[in-house]
Every structure is written in C-alpha cells, then in structure tokens.
C-alpha cells in the first residue's frame, strides 16, 4: 500500500489518523511544533514519541478513573501497512471514539485565557472568582471550564457548564465535568510530587458502546500547562516545560506570528526537545532513551 491509499481519516498539525479497520483508528503523532497557531519548518526529534509515551503511562495509570480508547502503543499490533520503523514509538492503536463536541479543560491556576477573562470582569467562563486573585494564582479549587471544538482554523471558544449541557446533554455534562476533575486531581497530584505543576489541562473524551472513555493524548506538555515548581509564584507566569524556548526565541525576533515562519537555530529545537524529555522523565520516573524508536533515526 503506498502512502497515496493509505486510508487518511484526519490530519492536524502534530497527528495522522488512519482507519486501521475492525472499528479501530491508528494514531501517528509527529515531530512537528507549532508556537503562536504557526506550525514551523523544523521538527523537535522525538516529540512525538514524548507524547505518546507520556499519554500511555497515564491512561495506564488513571485507568479506575475512566477507561481509554488505547488498545496498544506496539507497533507490530498495528496493521502491516503501518509497521514502517520510522513509526516506532509514536503510533496509537485505539478504539474509535464518537468524541463529544466539547474540549473539557480543568483549570487549578489562573493562567491565560481564564486570567485575561478575570482580569477584565472578575469572572472565569462566566463564573465569579474571589476578588483580589492575581496571575498564576492558584483557584480555591480545580475547575471544570469546557470550551467548543473549532471548525475551519477558528479558535475555540470558552462556553459556560450550561451550554455544555446544551450540546452534549445534562448526563453526560456531568459525567465529563466528574472525570475531567478527577483526572486532574489526580493527575497533580503525582506530579506535584515530582516537582512539576499542572496548571491547566484538556481532556478529549468520546463515547464506545455508549461508555465515556479518555481518548487523543493525557496530561502531555502539548495538552497542559506544565510549571517547574520551584518557579511558581503568583503575580507571574512560571517557565512552562514544553516550549518555552521556542517561544522566548520568537518573541525576540522581529516576526509578525504569521506564516512563514522563520528558521529554527538548532539549539533553539535542541533545547526544546530537552524541556520535553525532562518533563517525561520526571512524571513517570522512566527513562525516555527506553521507549520503543528513540534514537533510531538518528
């Protein structure tokens, strides 16, 4: 089968989705970054495998939350067509999902949108907060603040607990609000002990046989806003773990965050792979050199 058949259900700007048959979809997570909604010309190596490996540890570990759409992560499970070795360690054998029309974000500190939104009105997707909070503060306790799905390249958009309700229905409303939190509680928590702050998070959850299951990626660097602990402090906005130095680079440059993009250094990309490594490394307490295709394209 040549690349031109192979059977594409979607593409985005990290992952291919193929129809793998027997009602399963095989994910392949790239190497590329995007900073500023500008996807650039250079792949960060292994930030493909950083994500999947990062997500399959904790859709293992927060399995009695709610179960997952993974079926494997071995690329000999994989249909023959898709056993190429450039592949290894960054393909996904899941389930297909009917996923909700809902991103289910959890916030526990105010940070980006949630904190311009506060700024202006106080509020967060409507909700009054405390008076007196202040950037990176942490919320008195975690919320659930879903937003819509963007279709065509707009952006999502943040809509209240309500309005979820309005797309999704009130029962599955509840049961998503009710795993997204425990997925994050939980999920802080151990990293909290690791020294890493989980600021903020997406979940993509989509129904199987009727069942909520936990699909696309969990508690990544590219799903979350991840903070060194030791860098926190409100009143400022920590150093994330992901790809601080690619965007310290570009906010230095005289470039207007449209396409294209301007060339990456190689230090820039290699530093930006090591931030990924490390917040792997340190979550899960493995060694990254040990998952399945890294280092093998040289």
Not at 47 to 63: C, D, H, I, N, P
Request: include cysteine.
């Amino acid at each position: 089968m040549t690349s031109e058949t192979l059977p594409l259900v979607s593409s985005g700007k990290v992952r291919e989705i193929y129809d793998a048959g027997d009602d399963r979809l095989l994910m392949v997570t790239s190497d590329r970054i995007s900073a500023f909604d500008v996807v650039m010309a250079e792949p960060v190596p292994d930030k493909g495998r950083v994500l999947t490996a990062m997500s399959a540890f904790w859709f293992e570990r927060l399995a009695d939350v709610a179960p997952s759409h993974l079926v494997s992560t071995d690329l000999a499970d994989a249909p023959p067509w898709a056993q190429r070795p450039e592949w290894e360690g960054r393909v996904m054998l899941v389930r297909r999902c009917q996923m909700l029309p809902i991103e289910c974000i959890v916030r526990g500190y105010l940070s980006g949108s949630a904190w311009k939104e506060y700024r202006a009105s106080g509020t967060m997707h409507g909700t009054a907060l405390p008076e007196g909070l202040q950037e990176s503060s942490r919320l008195p306790e975690p919320v659930f603040t879903p937003s819509t799905k963007a279709e065509g390249g707009a952006h999502d958009e943040n809509i209240s607990f309500a309005r979820a309700v309005a797309l999704v229905g009130d029962d599955v409303a509840e049961r998503a609000r009710a795993i997204s939190l425990e997925l994050y509680r939980r999920g802080s928590e151990w990293a909290a002990e690791r020294g890493i702050v989980i600021a903020d998070t997406k979940f993509e959850l989509g129904l199987v046989d009727g069942e909520l299951v936990v699909a696309d990626e969990v508690l990544t660097p590219d799903s979350s806003r991840f903070w060194p602990a030791d860098r926190w402090q409100p009143g400022a906005t920590p150093p994330s773990f992901d790809k601080q130095p690619l965007r310290d680079h570009l906010d230095a440059l005289d470039w207007g965050k449209t396409p294209p993009p301007p060339p990456l250094p190689d230090e820039v990309v290699s530093a930006t792979r090591s931030r990924y490594v490390e917040a792997y490394e340190r979550i899960t307490g493995r060694r990254f050199a040990d998952w399945p295709g890294v280092g093998s394209e040289g």
